[in-house]
């Protein structure tokens, strides 16, 4: 399993970078000790964990991570359990797909196409060098199409472009949460609230349930969908390639979609899968899993929601599998 490499993508973390690949294997070895000594967690096979939901023969199998909230869903055959309460928690940079959503709603792309092009303003240019939280390293003047700069909001993680791309949209970064707000309340996210576009406020908070109605409409897009399986892109005028931050990404059929970390929020992981890995056109499954070692060092928060939303993965797709 790979394993995050970078420290953060919302609140508390670093300006997003570019690594050699000697740099990247040194940082997962780092990664790794302090990990190991933490894992396996206790997690919930059949009895012990928080399974709230669902009882139907085969979802007690579901390995439910024993801290946070966690829920699956599968295309064609239903929810597949939750675990965890459903009291609205920070959701960190889980929400720049509501961002996406609402960029997208506006300005909808078709096929290949790059969209207008966006001029970077001093904001996004000064915010560029905050080392509190993870952005863009764009400059002033810079012009990026609207594919881009989601590319440049959705892989790395660039708060900087996500409230860029709002004040592009709605005029300002509140006038485009009142958006956000009211496209959540649409597709009935009783639970959720929205006060930035980026994620670093610690009052955006949701729940699991919540964020999984979003996950199932935004996959609908066929332009968000594709940016969110993108595993790597070159952006002209970025220096180096432009990484995805969801290492689970292009293992056992996932093909999205987002990674939020913050001190507040833990580890996060909204992601999509195919049900059967082998098949790029099976039924997807789609699953959320929040506050994951909530109050640990990021590196560590993000690692987790990794592997235990993994372990969902895999395990979704056996019971599917085992449908008659």
């Not at 995050?4 to 997962?28: E, I, N, Q, W, Y």
């Not at 096929?111 to 904001?123: M, N, Y």
Request: glycine share 10%; hydrophobic share 40%; aromatic share 4%.
């Amino acid at each position: 399993m790979d394993l995050p490499r970078k420290a953060s993508d919302s609140g508390t973390g670093v300006r997003f970078g570019f690594r050699s690949p000697l740099a990247h294997l040194l940082v997962a070895a780092a990664l790794l000790i302090p990990l190991a000594a933490m894992l396996p967690y206790s997690y919930a096979m059949v009895t012990g964990g928080r399974d709230t939901k669902d009882r139907r023969p085969g979802t007690s199998t579901m390995p439910w991570p024993d801290e946070g909230q966690s829920i699956v869903h599968a295309e064609g055959v239903g929810e597949l359990g939750s675990s965890g309460d459903r009291k609205p928690v920070p959701i960190a940079s889980l929400t720049k797909v509501m961002t996406a959503y609402v960029i997208l709603k506006d300005h909808p792309l078709r096929g290949s196409a790059e969209g207008p092009a966006i001029t970077v303003d001093g904001q996004a240019a000064k915010e560029a060098g905050h080392r509190d939280e993870s952005t863009a390293p764009v400059r002033e003047g810079q012009r990026f199409t609207e594919r881009q700069l989601l590319y440049l909001m959705l892989l790395p993680s660039g708060n900087n472009v996500a409230r860029l791309l709002a004040r592009w949209d709605s005029g300002s970064q509140e006038a485009f949460v009142q958006k956000m707000n009211r496209a959540a309340s649409a597709l009935g996210m009783t639970d959720t609230r929205y006060t930035g576009a980026s994620g670093y406020e610690t009052d955006t908070r949701s729940t699991a349930a919540d964020q999984l109605k979003l996950a199932r409409r935004a996959m609908r897009d066929r332009v968000l969908r594709a940016i969110v399986a993108t595993p790597s892109v070159i952006v002209p005028g970025i220096e180096g390639p432009v990484d995805n931050t969801n290492r689970l990404l292009g293992k056992s059929g996932v093909i999205g979609l987002k990674t939020g970390s913050s001190s507040s929020s833990g580890g996060c992981l909204m992601w999509a899968a195919h049900s059967d890995p082998e098949n790029g056109r099976s039924p997807l499954i789609f699953g959320v899993v929040l506050g994951q070692l909530t109050g640990k060092p990021a590196e560590q928060t993000l690692a987790a929601a990794v592997i235990r939303s993994h372990r969902l993965v895999t395990a979704a797709q056996r019971i599917v599998a085992a449908r008659p």
